[in-house]
């Protein structure tokens, strides 16, 4: 089921009417709702691939309760690893296992040896599954390293992997934020109802409005790239950028007020990335539950920044390399995750990678310093060239058409219209930076007003027929 | 809980009070525009492109749908022998606008569309051909309230443009160009076609040069006539002609325009898969340049020598005088004569005043 369709508008209320109204008194009741209404939201794409998520559940759960039962650190270890393994089969057998075949066959044909494509399989990539197999996997983790204790209660534990809001393009929640608020009773809040209400409507916004707006003209110019000068490709790339930013965002930001309606805080995904000043604040602020996860589970057991200089640089070309193949197998993905990496080493090796850790532009100004202004114009410049790779069908493509970008400049064709959408997010971006959350004090009547004409804006652009970009990582 | 609940009743009484009130309005324009329609002789030209879809969408259903872009605006509903026929050119874009629009108008089974496809949106280097200007009213806006209206004894206009310029959609959807005819050739914009000579010549504006063709395109294309071919309705398609000049210096080898040749043998071969008739029309020899308004729009007499071309029945008693007819070319003079007039009296009166 989509956020931004019919179907959702009317399973919202039923669901959020009967989980105050009438599974209110038994929190048990009212947690077999949230799992009841995240495989009905699930199923309504497919529901054969229910028992995905089911078997994950089980796996997941008997390990949980398993590994502080096992008397040594060694078998505690083994049963963690058949978690992790486990995962990392059911992603890679689904997301991965014809990137690998393709490859290897790619491989031999360039050194003369033809082989016939028997392997490749015609597999479906079941929607989410990133994303509730790294949830899982942080459940096990944590119970590992005995920073959370295993839950009995299954019903809570499937609403965990399971959550409906989240499920299928994050925030990629860890056991240690969403579980406990789970299996704890839930108390209703106007305040936190309203921030819901806010986030759910500015999201819709930044979905139906911008990104579907600019959608078209991106699909076209990467599409028809060789038919187009370095000025439009320069477009297309900066179009791309914010579509896929009010893309995801929205999502997140929806998926954030819906759990809020329910009594839930997920952890923030999105803070203003691009008014990011460098690369290492930009990470910070971009797809904040997947990066924090790579750091937690991978950088800082790989030994993190703290084993030398060489060994942290290993270490961060490893998260940005793997990063970027979570988001598909492709080696466009591969090397947008590259390119990330060499971004980020020169701040690294200087280690002015950690400014700018709390502080936000124009923070006490009206306006931004010229300085400021400047840093985050470039950090947009390189994070859209990134995007290139990001977007490219094939990698070959993505450099063809960064060649053109930077060697057949022209004047751009005529797409005003798209870069009135960029203008007005960036400067409604700007005026609410730093509260992601949206946990303003406006009056009453203007809140009121403000929210049913964004309502009827985003009745005006409304399409029923778009997706999420990250349905498909 | 309730004070949430009243808060969201406050939301939705709003949104849906504002939704009911624009709805009236909108229906209220409507409905008396479409009355008048019935009553009188109009020009429609009004500021907004979605109140010329409103107003047309609203249209009763006719046997006979003439669809696409300006180049398809000229044909009247006296040119064909049945009398159901309306104009929705000028509310597409895009192939996807003109399928869209075909499954919103809902025809039935046994209806005609006379659909005129142009060239260029099947070159993957023209931009626009992806934009879509055609959009249902989904908060039903009544742009038309914001439209001037001006009587004279034949006709009402409506919109700043009718009434300056006399031009406007009709009764019968066509689109009449009004001020045009009787402006001395020389004033008008492309006069001898230069500034489609010189879309040519930098190969922009919809004359962008290409040789690849858009199969995307295509294949909307090919679904729009699964739907037509499923629900039993005539599909005659055409694409429209440029001027005899136009023609010979696109085909100026400096020029590569080789995607016409190509979405012609692709689009005529997927209107025969369909059991649909489709002429290439871009060239016509019969009708010199003086038969056309502009480098790639046509006047009446080649619209009407194109419904005969594409083999839909003529009304034979159609009189098919130069460029208009001699009663609209009375109207124009009788109005701007009028409009001079008023001017001149405007002027003097405010002249007295100082």
Request: charge should be positive; include cysteine.
């Amino acid at each position: 089921m989509l956020f931004n369709s019919i179907e959702f508008l009317l399973f919202l209320p039923i669901v959020f009417l009967l989980y105050w109204f009438v599974f209110n008194k038994n929190l048990k009741n009212q947690n077999l709702l949230i799992l009841v209404s995240s495989y009905v939201f699930y199923g309504w794409w497919d529901y054969r691939f229910l028992t995905l998520i089911f078997l994950s559940t089980i796996v997941d759960y008997i390990i949980g309760l398993n590994i502080p039962k096992q008397d040594s650190e060694k078998k505690q270890k083994l049963l963690l690893w058949c978690s992790v393994l486990f995962n990392l089969s059911v992603l890679g057998f689904f997301k991965y296992y014809n990137f690998f075949v393709d490859s290897w066959i790619d491989l031999f044909g360039s050194i003369g040896y033809e082989i016939k494509s028997i392997w490749t399989l015609n597999i479906i990539l079941p929607v989410g599954i990133s994303f509730y197999t790294f949830q899982t996997m942080s459940y096990t983790i944590d119970i590992y390293r005995k920073k959370l204790k295993p839950t009995k209660d299954f019903i809570s534990f499937a609403s965990f992997v399971s959550f409906f809001p989240q499920l299928v393009a994050g925030p990629i929640e860890r056991a240690t934020n969403l579980l406990p608020q789970i299996l704890k009773k839930r108390e209703f809040s106007y305040e936190q109802g309203v921030q819901g209400l806010r986030l759910i409507l500015w999201g819709m916004f930044k979905k139906v409005v911008v990104a579907d707006s600019l959608a078209p003209m991106v699909d076209n110019i990467f599409s028809n790239y060789q038919d187009f000068g370095g000025g439009t490709l320069w477009l297309g790339a900066i179009y791309f950028a914010f579509q896929i930013y009010c893309d995801f965002s929205g999502y997140s930001d929806i998926a954030i007020g819906t759990s809020k309606l329910f009594g839930f805080e997920l952890m923030t995904n999105f803070k203003f990335p691009y008014f990011s000043r460098n690369i290492g604040e930009f990470w910070r602020r971009w797809h904040i539950s997947l990066s924090t996860w790579f750091r937690d589970y991978l950088y800082i057991p790989l030994g993190g920044s703290k084993e030398g200089k060489w060994k942290s640089i290993r270490n961060i070309f490893i998260i940005f390399l793997v990063s970027g193949f979570w988001h598909g197998a492709n080696w466009t993905f591969i090397f947008w995750g590259l390119f990330h990496s060499i971004l980020f080493l020169p701040s690294f090796i200087f280690n002015t990678n950690r400014k700018y850790t709390s502080s936000i532009i124009a923070e006490n100004t009206f306006l931004p310093s010229p300085k400021e202004f400047v840093q985050v114009g470039i950090t947009f410049i390189l994070v859209t060239i990134g995007w290139v790779f990001f977007r490219s069908e094939t990698i070959v493509d993505s450099f063809n058409y960064l060649s053109k970008m930077f060697l057949e400049f022209g004047i751009p064709q005529n797409l005003r219209k798209e870069i009135l959408f960029v203008m007005c997010l960036t400067l409604l971006d700007f005026i609410i930076k730093g509260n992601e959350r949206m946990n303003f004090k406006k009056s009453h009547s203007l809140e009121l007003l403000g929210s049913v004409i964004l309502v009827l804006v985003i009745l005006f652009f409304y399409n029923q027929s778009s997706s999420f970009i990250y349905f498909q990582f | 809980m309730n004070r949430f609940l009243s808060y969201i009743l406050k939301i939705l009484s709003a949104v849906l009070f504002s939704l009911g009130v624009l709805f009236l309005l909108n229906e209220h324009e409507i409905s008396k525009l479409l009355e008048s329609s019935e009553e009188v002789n109009i020009l429609f030209n009004p500021k907004h492109q979605q109140s010329i879809i409103d107003f047309k969408l609203n249209q009763k259903k006719r046997e006979i749908s003439i669809i696409g872009s300006s180049r398809t605006a000229g044909f009247e509903k006296e040119m064909f022998s049945n009398e159901s026929v309306y104009n929705y050119s000028m509310i597409v874009n895009s192939i996807t606008d003109i399928k869209n629009l075909i499954i919103d108008l809902n025809l039935s089974k046994g209806d005609t569309v006379v659909l005129g496809l142009d060239q260029w949106n099947f070159n993957s280097s023209y931009f626009s051909r992806l934009s879509n200007s055609y959009k249902i009213n989904n908060i039903n806006f009544p742009n038309t309230l914001l439209d001037d209206r001006k009587e004279t004894s034949d006709y009402l206009l409506i919109g700043g443009k009718a009434i300056e310029n006399f031009s406007g959609f009709k009764n019968d959807g066509s689109y009449f160009y009004g001020k045009r005819f009787i402006v001395p050739k020389p004033e008008l914009e492309d006069y001898l076609f230069t500034d489609t000579y010189s879309r040519i010549q930098e190969g922009n504006r919809r004359f962008e040069y290409g040789s690849k063709v858009d199969l995307k395109q295509i294949k909307t294309l090919e679904e729009l006539l699964i739907y037509l071919q499923k629900n039993k309705i005539t599909l005659v398609g055409f694409f429209p002609p440029f001027a005899p000049s136009v023609n010979n210096k696109m085909n100026n080898t400096r020029y590569e325009y080789s995607y016409i040749n190509e979405s012609s043998k692709l689009v005529t071969q997927l209107f025969h898969k369909y059991g649909f008739k489709f002429s290439d029309l871009t060239k016509i020899d019969l009708y010199e340049d003086s038969f056309y308004l502009d480098g790639f729009h046509c006047n009446r007499n080649v619209y009407y020598y194109i419904l005969k071309v594409l083999g839909i029945s003529i009304n034979p008693n159609f009189k098919n005088e130069f460029e208009i007819s001699e009663h609209d070319k009375i109207n124009l003079n009788n109005y701007f004569t009028d409009l001079d007039y008023l001017m001149v009296m405007i002027k003097q009166s405010y002249n007295s005043k100082d």
